[in-house]
């Protein structure tokens, strides 16, 4: 598959769980982000790495835990979390971080929380 | 503190009628800004930038610095036009985060 993908689309978990979405780009892009897409709530950005290399963190709660292995995998690691957390988690790549790049996003996973 | 405003959750037009979706946003800098569309069942993609100062789809969009607005318009609606529009902006110049920031978007709905 071509461009972004996430796994799973679909996520149900109990608070207690441990769980992870996965990112994948096939763009060779430098840069992914994290974003959640809450009910009547815009789009927020989590997390963006470039190169590998955490460079913003929007204040997200540490029951979300980023991870980019390399320049193509992204993913977010899940413990205790909370039913609040129940959203569309997206991905997005782009070429690296500076202006005028495009971002390219995935079809997101759709997470409840029990 | 940077922000989009759409103040519209729903537009409802008629095939063939002009639309408008309005975009503001605040921030003191030199924005880029960019439309985003979420077609139903697909993901979302990058519609227009006004860098590109670009036509597409029949959608054009106009940075005007002195009402900070970015409103997206078409003169003739279609019915494959329905779908969720998103404006967001990010902050200019190199090494400046590419962090978007989304307004909450604008369901248009082009009836028949």
């Known amino acids: 598959e071509t461009g972004v993908t996430q796994t799973p689309r679909h996520l149900v978990m109990g608070m207690t769980n441990k769980k992870s979405l996965k990112c994948e780009q096939h763009l060779g892009h430098n840069a992914m982000y994290w974003y959640k897409q809450s009910a009547k709530k815009p789009l927020e950005l989590m997390f963006v790495y470039n190169f590998k290399e955490q460079t913003e963190n929007n204040s997200v709660p540490s029951r979300f835990s980023p991870e980019c292995p390399n320049s193509s995998h992204l993913f977010l690691h899940l413990h205790t979390l909370q039913p609040e957390d129940s959203a569309l988690y997206l991905c997005a790549s782009s070429q690296d971080r500076s202006s005028g790049n495009e971002q390219f996003f995935g079809p997101g996973t759709r997470l409840t929380v029990l | 503190a940077q922000r989009v405003t759409q103040p519209e959750k729903l537009l409802s037009v008629f095939k063939g009628a002009p639309v408008e979706l309005k975009c503001n946003y605040s921030?003191?800098?030199?924005?880029?800004l960019f439309w985003y569309v979420q077609y139903s069942r697909q993901r979302l993609q990058l519609l227009l930038r006004?860098?590109s100062r670009e036509s597409i789809k029949g959608f054009t969009a106009d940075l005007n610095k002195g009402e900070t607005s970015f409103h997206l318009k078409k003169p003739f609606a279609q019915e494959e036009d329905s779908a969720m529009y998103y404006c967001?902006?990010?902050?200019?110049?190199?090494?400046?985060?590419?962090?978007?920031?989304f307004g909450q978007g604008t369901e248009l709905s082009v009836k028949p």
């Open positions: 006004h860098i």
């Open positions: 921030y003191s800098g030199s924005p880029e």
């Open positions: 967001a902006l990010r902050k200019g110049g190199r090494n400046q985060g590419g962090k978007l920031i």
